[in-house]
């Protein structure tokens, strides 16, 4: 009784319930629950994933049982860990797709920027490159049939006195491989703004209207490059067969409503081929039916990170736009009415858990930094009085 006192005073004397900055208590706790054991379902599934070999996915998870649980070690050492592989991993497909860019293998390059993109969603300089890639624009052009021995980098030394320009004649092309002519191919050659056209006696073509523009780069599903040695050929063969086995597998536990498991058979296609448009199609759909799913449960932190899924595959999906903010604004005003809850019962380390978790989503919410500030301090005051009772003889 002694000790309730004591508390009784402090909330009183340090957050001024009766002045303006005073806290109103919450009559009711909030119904249901939000995410069940705080970040141990998340901490479990992102162990699991990362011995099974999915770490972009087993990162999110971990971020997840962060912000559930801003000061758990575990979830913090991982996702700096997991962070910095996976950055380090981006860089270096990133670098190859630079090397196969100049080389003017523009599928190869293709391929290895959307893998980068794949491992870290905010990796600047391959989202760039893949945006780049527009189609020259040009009124004027001559067209040149390729003989044996011509080389693009050749023609733009004859068009443009500068064989480095050779790119301009792919991109004009959509060409997917710059070191690949074939004998007889008609190859448009565009007039370029403030270089020399060396037409000579060819005729020059104008173009009834600009080509269109293109942002990402639209030239068909990824194909292995390797071509020569038959091993080789069979490798892909039976990389190509492990793909197909793998979506099979995914579409039949997706018809099944085992959204989950079949995520990680997309999962495993999209890691070899990023750009499945099959795979992607269902990676989506699975990811919003989970997360509809987790949504009713009232799992909205976990539901938000699956509508959020959902739109990094389909960024125009209003539909998870709208769902996820939903989400987050439903846990958010789940733990600041528990925090005020224990608030309300004296129990101020878990009120601050609580408001912690909604900081860790949205710090402006509801003035959870003042809430949070108040209470240390309280708990602060709480000590010093504690100390000077047992002083006292």
């Not at 910095?84 to 981006?90: P, T, V």
């Not at 497909?93 to 293998?105: D, L, N």
């Not at 989202?127 to 003989?147: D, Q």
Request: charged share 35%.
């Amino acid at each position: 009784m002694r000790r309730r006192g004591i508390l009784a005073a402090a909330l009183a004397l340090f957050l001024g319930l009766s002045g303006s900055g005073c806290v109103t208590p919450v009559a009711s706790p909030p119904t249901g629950t939000s995410e069940g054991p705080v970040a141990g379902e998340f901490l479990a599934r992102a162990r699991d994933l990362e011995s099974r070999g999915f770490p972009v996915r087993a990162l999110r998870q971990y971020r997840i049982a962060l912000t559930a649980e801003p000061e758990n070690p575990e979830a913090a050492e991982a996702a700096e860990r997991l962070e910095s592989e996976l950055g380090k991993r981006a860089d270096e497909h990133c670098r190859s797709g630079m090397v196969f860019h100049k080389e003017g293998k523009y599928e190869q390059a293709r391929h290895e920027f959307l893998v980068a993109l794949r491992l870290n969603p905010d990796h600047t300089e391959a989202a760039e490159m893949l945006v780049s890639r527009k189609r020259v624009r040009s009124k004027r052009y001559i067209v040149h049939r390729v003989a044996p021995g011509e080389s693009l980098s050749g023609l733009a030394k004859r068009y443009y006195g500068d064989y480095h320009l050779f790119p301009e004649i792919a991109r004009y092309n959509n060409l997917k491989d710059a070191t690949q002519l074939t004998v007889g191919q008609e190859l448009q050659i565009p007039e370029i703004e403030g270089v020399p056209f060396l037409t000579g006696e060819v005729r020059v073509e104008t173009e009834a209207a600009a080509p269109p523009e293109y942002g990402r780069w639209e030239w068909g599903a990824y194909e292995a490059a390797a071509e020569g040695e038959a091993n080789e050929r069979a490798k892909e063969e039976q990389e190509s067969a492990r793909i197909a086995t793998c979506l099979a597998h995914g579409i039949a536990l997706f018809e099944r409503g085992k959204y989950r498991q079949a995520i990680e058979e997309f999962e495993r296609v999209l890691e070899a081929t990023p750009d499945d448009e099959a795979a992607r199609d269902y990676a989506f759909e699975a990811h919003f039916r989970l997360a509809e799913e987790l949504f009713e449960k009232r799992q909205y932190l976990a539901a938000r990170e699956g509508f959020m899924e959902s739109l990094r595959i389909r960024g125009e999906c209003a539909e998870c736009h709208r769902y996820a903010k939903k989400s987050e604004d439903l846990y958010k005003e789940f733990h600041y009415r528990r925090g005020m809850q224990y608030y309300n019962q004296e129990k101020l380390r878990e009120a601050i858990a609580e408001w912690e978790r909604v900081r860790a989503v949205d710090p402006s919410y509801k003035r959870v930094d003042y809430l949070i500030d108040k209470s240390r301090k309280i708990l602060s005051n709480l000590e010093d009085l504690k100390r000077r009772q047992e002083k006292r003889p």
